[in-house]
């Protein structure tokens, strides 16, 4: 099955939005613990929280959007060897052909050399 360009650019970006959501609801949890209790463990280390929110989003953006990309290389490549395989197989089959008509004619002369002693 080959995945058109409009299903690989969904297939990129369906996920970031859903990416996006999940991070704004990360935020406004962590923004939540911090507004609850302002001197708890979750206010000393609200900004490496942050920090891993974006990075994690960004990282997973990143990696996402490069397996789509190598899947649309991969469809191109099976296409491209697809072409070159159905080329291959045409210039196979022609020279079977004429290594049969070959073989033929070497049958013939060996008849009718043997016909002749």
Not at 2 to 9: A, D, G, T, V
Not at 44 to 69: E, H, P, R, T
Not at 81 to 107: C, T, Y
């Amino acid at each position: 099955m080959r995945l058109s360009k409009q299903s690989l650019i969904l297939a990129i970006i369906v996920p970031l939005i859903f990416g996006l959501i999940i991070i704004w609801n990360f935020m406004s949890a962590i923004n939540t613990l911090v507004n609850v209790v302002p001197e708890g463990s979750t206010a000393k280390i609200y900004d490496q929280l942050v920090y891993i929110g974006i990075f994690s989003f960004l990282g997973l953006a990143v990696y996402w959007c490069v397996m789509v990309y190598l899947i649309h290389l991969l469809q191109e490549n099976l296409t491209t060897l697809d072409a070159n395989l159905d080329k291959a197989a045409d210039i196979g089959a022609k020279h079977l052909s004429e290594s049969k008509n070959l073989l033929n004619q070497v049958i013939n002369i060996l008849k009718r050399y043997e016909t002749s002693q």
